[in-house]
T-cell receptor
């Protein structure tokens, strides 16, 4: 579990707040991912970064803004969220060669009030 | 149309039985498939990958891929209560993994 860490683990925010989620991987990987997991729905890919470059934006609303300063760190900046954005946000990492074999962090449980 | 589909379950099996989890996929999903296990309140972890037609065995787990039928399955032999979890099927597609919604497995002692 310590290979990929996420903070905070739980977050409650109002619709007008701005907050950030942080992810750090200690596995020497060079690809990082943000997923959204809502109840009864498939894991939903949000963003993909390879070597700090964003290579996938899965039609995510602009109120979610990712940042990847280096291969080990990934942020998700949140602003003016909606109640339907309440979900578990999971970070994952992989090597570029084995991009489908992903290691997940514990997630941030987000509640938007 | 969903690209990877799974029966949500729950699938209940007695301890020691074989649990069979199934997944179908559309043409758009690539030929690389993965099974992730997610315990309640935890994050997904990779347990099996399969890249070619046929069976792949790893301990009590066997993954099966049938490309003609666009069908992937995971068999768990000698099921244990500790196998109770949600099992996510995923297919590799370009730059991303496409997940099914998951099947809940309950192993009763």
């Amino acid at each position: 579990e310590t290979g990929v860490t996420q903070t905070p683990r739980h977050l409650v925010m109002g619709m007008t707040n701005k907050k950030s989620l942080k992810c750090e991987q200690h596995l020497g990987h060079n690809a990082m991912y943000w997923y959204k997991q809502s109840a009864k729905k498939p894991l939903e890919l949000m963003f993909v970064y390879n070597f700090k470059e964003q290579t996938e934006n899965n039609s995510v609303p602009s109120r979610f803004s990712p940042e990847c300063p280096n291969s080990s760190h990934l942020f998700l900046h949140l602003h003016t969220l909606q109640p339907e954005d309440s979900a578990l946000y999971l970070c994952a990492s992989s090597t570029k060669m084995s991009r489908y074999e992903q290691y997940f962090g514990p997630g941030t449980r987000l509640t938007v009030t | 149309q969903k690209e990877v589909e799974q029966n949500s379950g729950p699938l209940s099996v007695p301890e020691g039985a074989i649990a069979s989890l199934n997944c179908t996929y559309s043409d758009r999903v690539s030929q690389s498939f993965f099974w992730y296990r997610q315990y309640s309140g935890k994050s997904p972890e990779l347990i099996m990958s399969i890249y070619s037609n046929g069976d792949k065995e790893d301990g009590r787990f066997t993954a099966q891929l049938n490309k003609a039928s666009q069908y992937v399955s995971l068999l768990i032999r000698d099921s244990q209560p500790s196998d109770s979890a949600t099992y996510l099927c995923a297919g590799g597609y370009g730059n991303k993994l496409v997940f099914g919604a998951g099947t809940i497995l309950r192993v009763k002692s």
